[in-house]
T-cell receptor
Framework: DSGVTQTPKHLITATGQRVTLRCSPR?????VYWYQQSLDQGLQFLIQ???????AKGNILERFSAQQFPDLHSELNLSSLELGDSALYFC??????????????FGPGTRLTVL | AQKITQTQPGMFVQEKEAVTLDCTYD???????LFWYKQPSSGEMIFLIY??????QNATEGRYSLNFQKARKSANLVISASQLGDSAMYFC????????????FGTGTRLQVFP
């Protein structure tokens, strides 16, 4: 158990809908990252927050947005869902943003299926 | 742009034998970090080992070691004394630095250990 929790574990929804994925980082970790794992795109970085502020953005679609709350949990909002958004969405956390090892601890993921 | 290449889609190894999983990277930065993660069929991402670009010695963690050849830009993972439980996907990743520490992943290698 990495200490990072993600809910829900599975999500099945229809095209055009909106969903929210939730992540609680490990206790004390200030940095939260969201990654998407799909068959065609592999593992891709979406967005990073550090202590409530957006730190970096990857190839995140405009239909997707995220935020990190004062209690450091984070939510990833996906709207106007398309079939291609079906993927495993990971949240990861780390203590700080640094060059040193600072491994990222991954949550169990949320598997999103868009029908 | 930074890039990670894993050229082995699949590997087979017999139990108790050693196996090497290849990873090459491309970056123009002097400061970077390289990671290996394991993803079992259950889906979670498990951190295995880390190598910093300035580390003079190859990293080791139990049965895992990283064969770091900076001039060749390779960071191969060596698993000694393979176990059936090592069967999984293995991802090599690079940390971008300094503005962010997001991870860039390779496409992965599926390792199967047979008795």
């Amino acid at each position: 158990d990495s200490g990072v929790t993600q809910t829900p574990k599975h999500l099945i929804t229809a095209t055009g809908q909106r969903v929210t994925l939730r992540c609680s980082p490990r206790s004390g970790d200030l940095s939260v990252y969201w990654y998407q794992q799909s068959l065609d795109q592999g593992l891709q970085f979406l967005i990073q927050y550090y202590n409530g502020e957006e730190r970096a953005k990857g190839n995140i679609l405009e239909r997707f947005s995220a935020q990190q709350f004062p209690d450091l949990h984070s939510e990833l909002n996906l709207s106007s869902l398309e079939l291609g958004d079906s993927a495993l969405y990971f949240c990861a956390s780390s203590v700080v943003v640094s060059y040193s090892c600072n491994e990222q601890f991954f949550g169990p993921g949320t598997r999103l299926t868009v029908l | 742009a930074q890039k990670i290449t894993q050229t082995q889609p699949g590997m087979f190894v017999q139990e108790k034998e050693a196996v090497t999983l290849d990873c090459t990277y491309d970056t123009s930065d002097q400061s970077y970090g390289l990671f290996w993660y394991k993803q079992p069929s259950s889906g979670e991402m498990i951190f295995l080992i880390y190598q910093g670009s300035y580390d003079e010695q190859n990293a080791t963690e139990g049965r895992y070691s990283l064969n770091f050849q900076k001039a060749r830009k390779s960071a191969n993972l060596v698993i000694s004394a393979s176990q059936l439980g090592d069967s999984a996907m293995y991802f090599c990743a690079m940390r971008e630095w300094p503005n962010t520490d997001k991870l860039i992943f390779g496409t992965g290698t599926r390792l199967q250990v047979f008795p």
